[in-house]
């Protein structure tokens, strides 16, 4: 996802747990996430679980593209998921993606 802001505002934005409910519309009160610690890579590989599950490691990535930013987000197939929640899941992600470039790019 193309983003027309500098990547360390993109990295930024996005680590900043009071900005996740603006832009990531899975999480709730009964979902944690938890980040890498801060770096200068700008990778925001973070961990998320509900309630008592196991965790679910989502890699991310912001890099520089000319004078705006690249986000990458991966999302793994969980063992047994079928092509169709793995579908949505993806559409999920994209959805919040989109959400985060519109906000980014109206500051």
């Excluded at 193309?2 to 900043?16: A, G, L, M, S």
């Excluded at 519309?25 to 944690?32: E, P, T």
């Excluded at 200068?40 to 973070?46: M, N, S, T, Y």
Aim: glycine letters at 6%; a negative charge.
């Amino acid at each position: 996802m193309t983003i027309e802001r500098p990547p360390q505002e993109v990295y930024d934005f996005v680590c900043d747990p009071k900005n996740l409910k603006a832009w990531a519309s899975g999480l709730d009160a009964a979902v944690k996430v938890r980040f890498v610690p801060r770096n200068a890579f700008g990778v925001l590989d973070h961990f998320v679980s509900v309630g008592s599950s196991e965790e679910v490691y989502v890699p991310m990535r912001v890099f520089a593209n000319g004078e705006g930013s690249e986000v990458l987000l991966t999302v793994f197939r969980r063992p047994g998921q079928s092509d169709e929640k793995f579908g949505e899941d993806t559409q999920w992600v994209r959805r919040d993606l989109e959400a985060l470039k519109e906000i980014l790019e109206k500051r």
